[in-house]
Structure formats: structure tokens, C-alpha cells
């Protein structure tokens, strides 16, 4: 009903609304008023999360892309080695797990059977299983050795917006505690993550106040066929999910691509007015990374491709190079996904609605898949 919508046409419209309060609920209680992280809820001892030597996640879909960004969190400010699968691949390829291998399994319902399968498939290897999970209850936590909720909510809408969100909190707070915990050379980086995090659900609130142009842009796309996604580093995730949003929801062709990748091959695809999106990685700090990507849109841009730039405020090398630029607040660079998907989000709703499409039950899929 509409009320249930609380005055938004979808369930999608109401949850991309609903994230900076979703990010800020998750936060709530886990950061101490000194700067530290308490995850007490995470009810597996500090002696055995030192012992740890790897760290392996699981996830399908939109939680599997939440995977990829914590692997880049995770080895950064843990230096443990973090390897990142699709829960239905997993098992299959008989993967070394043992009691030091920390496997964190991803899911929103709590009941896919991939991931439960996967899970399951850890545990009987000796390893311990931490969950992140934003249902209350479900089997994945019940049978897992430890659970950190993620607080979005409940999600209606079959493609997921807030839950991700919410997922790449955890992430960071689990990458973050783990640096704690274990003690890295990154403490005082890692403090200044945390406090960049306790400020994140303002920038989200921000993004959210400026998408007008991107509803515009999305109308105007409506008969296109094809959008691309690039990025780089975390922004790789980011165009994965942007091209998952727009296929389950505009039923487009959508791929995402490392930027990197492009002269091996997907290049050959630009051409004339080919929407391609670009997530832009921060100026600051990791800037070859950034002028890289520069270049990338560059030459795309050259072979005719209509470039929409995702760049932060105050990014000005990308200003020539962009037919359509959406700004967003400035993070630190692992933070990013966390504003930079929301463009894509509402940028993959509109195109929906524009072409007629069932936004909150798209065709053919289920919230949540309990079937292998
Ligand atoms: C997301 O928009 C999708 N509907 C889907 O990929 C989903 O993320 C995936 O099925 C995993 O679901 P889960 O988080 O409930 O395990």
C-alpha cells in the first residue's frame, strides 16, 4: 500500500531515501567515545582473530560486490590476505580452508542457499564463519560461529540499495576491527577512518539532495540498448553493482569493467554515443590511480562514447572529459563506494520507470533465492 510506502510510487525509491539513516544505524553503538571500535556482538575472542592467516568471503549479487570492496578494506588495513568468491562457486573447487581461515559469508535475507551451502562447506573444513547479515534470526547467522547485523531494515524491493550500503559499513568495521585487534602500522590512518565513517551518513543525505540531473540523464537514456561502467580499485565493485542495478531493474545490456581492462578488449565496444559510466577514484592520495582513469576517459571519449563522470567535488582534471559529470563529496578513497553507488542507484530506478518496468518486483527474480 502506498502508506507502506511511506508516500514514495516504490519500495526502491522509499530504501534509497532511507540509506543515510540504514548507515547510520549500523554505526550506532559499535564506535566508543574514544574512536574505538566495540564489536562485542562479534563473539569470536580477540586471541582467535590474531591467529587468523586468511580471510575468505562469500556472497552472491549485490553482497558479493560488497565482497569485493572489503577485500581491498581488509588487506589494506590488516595485511591478512582476503580472497573474495561467489558462494555458488565456492565449494565446488574444493577450496583450502582450515581453523586459521576466517570466512565472512554476506547476505541480506540470511537464507540464500548458495551462501548457506558455502558456509556450511567452512565450518565442516574447521574454519570459523562470521556472518554479516541484516536479518534477524535467519538460518545464515544461525549457523554461523559469530554474526554482525547490519541495522537497514527491512529491504521489500527485490534489487538491494540500502542493504549494500549497510553490508559495506560492516565490512569496514570488521576490516577496521580487525586492524585493531591485530594491531597494524595503520592505527592512526585507522582512527582517521573511523571518524571519516561516523560523519559518511551526512555525505549519503548529501548525494541524495543533488539527483535531479541524474533522473534527467536516465530519462534521456531510456532508448538506449547498452551502458558500460568503468572504474578502478573499489570503483570496480561500484560499476559491477551500477550494471547489475541497471540490468535486474531496466533489463538493459549493462557490463562493468576494470578500466584497466579496456584496451584488452572491451574497447572495441565504443562507439558512436555509447553511454559509459566512470566511477573516478579521489585526486588526493592514490592520484596515479586517478590520472589513469583520466586517461581511460579520454580515449573512450575519443571513439565517441557519451561519458558520465562520477567525480568527487573539487575534481577538475575530469571537467573537459565529461558529457555528463555528477559530483560527489569528498572520502577517504576506501569510503567512496559508499556515495558513489548511490548515483547508480537512482540513476537505474529511473531508467525503470522510464521504460515501463516493475520496479520493486522485477521479471523473473525473488528477493531472496533459497534454491541452489
Ligand atoms: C540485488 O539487487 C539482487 N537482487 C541479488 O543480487 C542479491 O543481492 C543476491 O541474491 C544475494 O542476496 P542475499 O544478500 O539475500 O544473500
Redesign the pocket.
Known amino acids: 500500500s502506498a502508506a507502506e510506502k511511506g508516500g514514495y510510487d516504490y519500495f526502491m525509491l522509499k530504501e534509497i531515501a532511507e540509506q543515510p539513516k540504514a548507515v547510520a544505524d549500523t554505526l550506532l553503538g559499535r564506535i566508543d567515545g574514544s574512536g574505538s571500535l566495540t564489536l562485542d556482538e562479534v563473539r569470536i575472542s580477540p586471541r582467535v582473530l590474531r591467529e587468523i592467516d586468511k580471510v575468505v568471503i562469500v556472497?552472491?549479487?549485490?553482497?558479493f560486490h560488497a565482497a569485493m570492496i572489503a577485500k581491498y578494506a581488509i588487506e589494506h588495513w590488516t595485511r591478512l590476505p582476503c580472497e573474495v568468491e561467489l558462494a555458488s562457486e565456492f565449494r565446488y573447487r574444493d577450496p583450502i580452508l582450515d581453523a586459521q581461515t576466517l570466512v565472512i559469508a554476506?547476505?541480506?535475507?540470511?537464507?540464500?542457499m548458495d551462501?548457506l551451502m558455502a558456509l556450511r562447506h567452512a565450518r565442516e573444513q574447521g574454519s570459523k564463519v562470521l556472518a554479516i547479515c541484516n536479518t534477524n534470526g535467519s538460518t545464515i547467522p544461525r549457523e554461523s560461529d559469530a554474526v554482525l547485523y547490519t541495522h537497514a531494515g527491512p529491504e521489500v524491493a527485490?534489487?538491494?540499495t540500502k542493504?549494500f550500503l549497510t553490508q559495506l559499513v560492516a565490512c569496514y568495521l570488521v576490516a577496521l576491527y580487525l586492524g585493531q585487534v591485530r594491531g597494524t602500522k595503520w592505527g592512526d590512518e585507522i582512527r582517521a577512518v573511523i571518524r571519516d565513517l561516523s560523519s559518511i551518513a551526512g555525505a549519503v543525505e548529501q548525494v541524495l539532495g543533488t539527483m535531479e540531473p541524474v533522473r534527467e540523464l536516465a530519462r534521456s537514456l531510456a532508448a538506449k540498448d547498452t551502458v558500460l561502467f568503468l572504474g578502478r580499485h573499489v570503483g570496480y565493485p561500484v560499476a559491477l553493482e551500477g550494471a547489475?542495478?541497471l540490468k535486474?531493474l531496466a533489463y538493459m545490456h549493462a557490463e562493468g569493467f576494470a578500466a584497466g581492462e579496456l584496451k584488452h578488449g572491451p574497447i572495441a565496444l565504443i562507439e558512436e554515443d555509447l553511454p559509459v559510466v566512470v566511477v573516478v577514484p579521489s585526486p588526493r592520495g592514490r592520484s596515479v590511480l586517478h590520472d589513469k582513469i583520466v586517461s581511460n576517459i579520454q580515449e573512450i571519449r575519443a571513439r565517441g562514447a557519451r561519458t558520465i563522470v562520477i567525480a568527487e567535488e573539487g575534481d577538475e582534471a575530469v571537467v573537459p572529459y565529461a558529457d555528463h559529470l555528477i559530483r560527489i563529496p569528498v572520502t577517504p578513497t576506501l569510503l567512496q563506494p559508499l556515495v558513489a553507488t548511490v548515483p547508480l542507484q537512482v540513476f537505474a530506478c529511473e531508467l525503470a520507470t522510464a521504460r515501463g518496468n516493475e520496479v520493486d518486483q522485477p521479471r523473473n527474480?525473488a528477493?531472496?533465492?533459497t534454491v541452489e
Request: neutral net charge; contains cysteine; aromatic residues 0%.
Open positions: 556472497a552472491c549479487g549485490t553482497a554476506i547476505s541480506q535475507s540470511g537464507e540464500t551462501t527485490v534489487a538491494s542493504a547489475l542495478k535486474e527474480l528477493k531472496s533465492v
